[in-house]
T-cell receptor, first 116, second 115 residues
Framework: GAVVSQHPSRVICKSGTSVKIECRSLDFQATTMFWYRQFPKQSLMLMATSNEGSKATYEQGVEKDKFLINHASLTLSTLTVTSAHPEDSSFYIC????????????FGNGTRLTVT | KQEVTQIPAALSVPEGENLVLNCSFTDSAIYNLQWFRQDPGKGLTSLLLIQSSQREQTSGRLNASLDKSSGRSTLYIAASQPGDSATYLCAVKANNAGNNRKLIWGLGTSLAVNP
């Protein structure tokens, strides 16, 4: 089956630093990738949608200058949390879709970010 | 505005039981509906995807049904096993125009299957 690899699985950083999270589709070409944030006992909150080679589309309330998304190839998208603050601590999950709207989403295992 | 509700929020059953998880949505104009499984601290695994024109999908011990007119979907798990313990999420894809129809998520049902 389709595999999405997300790295790192856990990261602890100091306030004010930047953190990059990678999301790779290992055995398929991901035309569209999605980045989600999940708070404890909450469902997923879509942050942004990225299509390969174009700028990401951010959801309302998500700061694009704080959460930089790059989808430079059909197998890699990155999310960079810039100038991280403790309130950015959360579980970040990426997902990828290899085909059209009718295709299922495949998810990475998530990244637990803790900002101290 | 589409809203997705999952009931119950948590469920604990003994091993071997057949069980049903419920998902309801307020707007019947959906593109598709998908059931996912999430293990603690992990990402999501897609279980079943039902297109708006379909009534059900089956995979192994799992069966998902869709009734658009009543705004409901059920996930049936037969002969439950401890390994089925996880959070089950229902997500509805809106039928809005454009290339990136959004997924609307339920809060999930946390299932514990006790040996």
């Amino acid at each position: 089956g389709a595999v999405v690899s997300q790295h790192p699985s856990r990261v602890i950083c100091k306030s004010g630093t930047s953190v990059k999270i990678e999301c790779r589709s290992l055995d398929f070409q991901a035309t569209t990738m999605f980045w989600y944030r999940q708070f404890p006992k909450q469902s997923l909150m879509l942050m942004a949608t990225s299509n390969e080679g174009s700028k990401a589309t951010y959801e309302q309330g998500v700061e694009k200058d704080k959460f930089l998304i790059n989808h430079a190839s059909l197998t890699l998208s990155t999310l960079t949390v810039t100038s991280a603050h403790p309130e950015d601590s959360s579980f970040y999950i990426c997902s990828a879709r290899g085909g059209g709207q009718e295709s299922p989403l495949h998810f990475g295992n998530g990244t637990r970010l803790t900002v101290t | 505005k589409q809203e997705v509700t999952q009931i119950p929020a948590a469920l604990s059953v003994p091993e071997g039981e057949n069980l049903v998880l419920n998902c309801s949505f307020t707007d019947s104009a959906i593109y598709n509906l998908q059931w996912f499984r999430q293990d603690p601290g992990k990402g999501l695994t897609s279980l079943l995807l039902i297109q708006s024109s379909q009534r059900e999908q089956t995979s192994g011990r799992l069966n998902a049904s869709l009734d658009k007119s009543s705004g409901r979907s059920t996930l049936y798990i037969a002969a439950s096993q401890p390994g089925d313990s996880a959070t089950y999420l229902c997500a509805v894809k809106a039928n809005n125009a454009g290339n990136n129809r959004k997924l609307i998520w339920g809060l999930g049902t946390s299932l514990a299957v006790n040996p």
